[in-house]
């Protein structure tokens, strides 16, 4: 299940510009600043994946790398930035929900939520969004190293109390996974993950 190679195949505008090979794919979303260029890193094991969307005038594209050859990591533009103008979440809205709704080699999306912070609104609404679309979603907890203020139990409060949340829309909620790009933390779950999901 590890990644022996990664190339950066096309940064496509909307739906209909992505690759049309029939591969598998999972979609990488989250939060900016939630650490996704840094899993990205971790699970490649790479320094710097050219993580396309972190370029400004980039951030709104769908980024397509092509894994050993044989299945997509789909990098997409992070949501929520804290000073971004009505207008650009907008675009999130149309161009990245059209994504969704319409990409059937989508396997997953791994939706990547900050595990050292309580939960957040905007997360959930996300998260509730891609459950009532029926796409399927593995939430992907981030920084689980951070132990804020030394209590070493903090991420797990956090995520208990996440899917506290959750299972009020959804008995049964997705599968998640507690990861750390600091220590590693998770990596090699996430990868084998991907593998069964992609060998159903
Ligand atoms: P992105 O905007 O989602 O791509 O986020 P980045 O990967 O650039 O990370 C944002 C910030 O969080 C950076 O300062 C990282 O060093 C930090 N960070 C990312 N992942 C982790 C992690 O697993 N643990 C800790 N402690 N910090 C992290």
């Known amino acids: ?3 022996k190679q990664i190339e950066f195949v096309k940064s496509s505008a909307r739906a209909r510009d992505c690759p049309k090979d029939h591969r598998p ?6 939060r900016s600043n939630v650490g996704k260029s840094s899993l990205i890193n971790a699970l490649v094991r790479k320094k710097d994946v050219a993580l396309t969307s972190k370029k400004p005038g980039k951030t709104q594209l769908i980024n397509h790398f092509l894994v050993n050859k044989s299945w997509y990591i789909v990098d997409l533009p992070g949501y929520g930035f804290a000073n971004a103008p009505e207008s650009a979440r907008m675009d999130w809205s149309s161009f990245t929900k059209g994504y969704f709704l319409n990409r059937d080699t989508l396997v997953a999306v791994l939706l990547l939520i900050d595990g050292s912070s309580p939960p957040q609104k905007i997360d959930l609404d996300c998260a509730n969004w891609l459950g009532r679309n029926n796409i399927g979603m593995t ?3 981030t920084k689980c190293d951070k132990t804020k203020g030394g209590k070493r139990t903090r991420p797990a409060e956090n995520i208990e ?3 506290e949340l959750i299972r009020k829309h959804y008995p049964e909620p997705p599968p998640w996974i ?3 790009s600091v220590t590693g933390m998770g990596r090699d779950e996430l990868l ?5 999901l992609r060998n159903y």
């Open 161 to 163: 109390q996440f899917q």
């Open 25 to 30: 794919e999972f979609a990488i979303l989250g």
């Open 192 to 196: 084998l993950h991907m593998s069964q």
């Open 178 to 180: 507690m990861t750390s």
């Open 139 to 141: 939430f992907v907890f």
């Open 1 to 3: 299940s590890q990644i």
